[in-house]
């Protein structure tokens, strides 16, 4: 083996090494400045069809962890119908809160990893008592 083929045996490795370091303290970047804010969770108020207010009799409250892939459906229809899916068919949703915790940001994978491009990315008012697809009346809040 000639010294130039060691050489670059020897990049492409350190190439491949300093890459996924390159990606861990992106996420670990991206998981302080949303930590930073003080926003950990979003918390999802959920009312039956025919609430347009989020504020009636019914509705009920869910909880997501901000930055970790859920499975859509997991802890309720809710959360499904916001993606417009039925529970556990396959959808993964990353949720997030912009810094100011003004806008609720929903990334819908088709992955369990949360990982690659997402198939759908919704940006929603917490201001907001927002309609699903299913009917429902969704209100986000940043935790």
């Not at 045996?9 to 992106?26: C, I, K, N, Q, T």
């Not at 992955?111 to 009917?135: F, L, M, Q």
Request: charged letters at 15%.
């Amino acid at each position: 083996m000639c010294i130039r083929d060691r050489y670059q045996r020897r990049v492409r490795g350190l190439h491949l090494f300093d890459m996924a370091r390159l990606f861990s303290f992106l996420l670990t970047l991206v998981l302080a400045v949303t930590l930073a804010h003080g926003y950990t969770k979003v918390l999802q108020i959920t009312c039956p069809e025919g609430c347009s207010t989020c504020a009636c009799a019914g509705c009920k409250n869910l909880t997501f962890a901000l930055g970790k892939c859920v499975a859509a459906g997991n802890t309720g229809e809710a959360n499904a119908t916001q993606v417009g899916a039925s529970p556990f068919n396959g959808y993964y949703v990353m949720p997030t809160c912009d810094s100011g915790g003004k806008h609720f940001i929903e990334t819908v994978y088709l992955n369990s990893k949360c990982a690659g491009d997402p198939i759908t990315k919704s940006t929603i008012n917490t201001e907001a008592c927002v309609r699903t697809a299913g009917g429902q009346a969704c209100e986000y809040l940043c935790k």
